[in-house]
């Protein structure tokens, strides 16, 4: 029997065997009824919903990681390509000025 004390009164004749079965089906009900209200709100899981809540935590925590990470590669990326474009457009400014004046000294000639 799952409940040991209305075993232990069956065989002591205080309960007969209809009571017996009336309370052991009433008691199966409710301890079902608990355990699966605790279940479904997260009183008691089994060791696979447990390892399932882990990684969906683990998930999360690497999913906002990769976020940040992210987040660092394009402020390192926008910084980079203005750190290099300054410079650069420079050279170029320098370069059509120094084509510009080119130009016109040969046409001059």
């Known amino acids: 029997h799952m409940f040991p004390v209305l075993d232990l009164l069956h065989r ?5 065997n209809l009571w017996t079965e009336l309370l052991t089906a009433a ?6 009824s608990v ?14 919903d ?4 882990r990684m969906q935590q683990m998930s999360i ?4 990681q ?3 990470q992210d987040k660092r590669k394009d402020r390192f990326f926008s910084i980079m390509t203005h ?4 410079p650069l457009n420079g050279m170029i400014g320098l370069i059509d000025t120094l084509l510009g004046s080119e ?5 001059k000639c």
């Open 12 to 16: 002591a004749h205080v309960l007969d």
């Open 27 to 32: 008691a199966d009900v409710i301890s079902k």
């Open 35 to 48: 355990m699966s209200s605790a279940l479904a709100h997260g009183a008691l899981s089994t060791a696979a």
């Open 50 to 53: 447990r390892k399932h809540l």
């Open 61 to 64: 925590a690497l999913v906002e």
């Open 66 to 68: 990769l976020r940040e």
């Open 83 to 86: 750190e290099l474009r300054t």
């Open 103 to 107: 130009a016109t000294m040969s046409a």
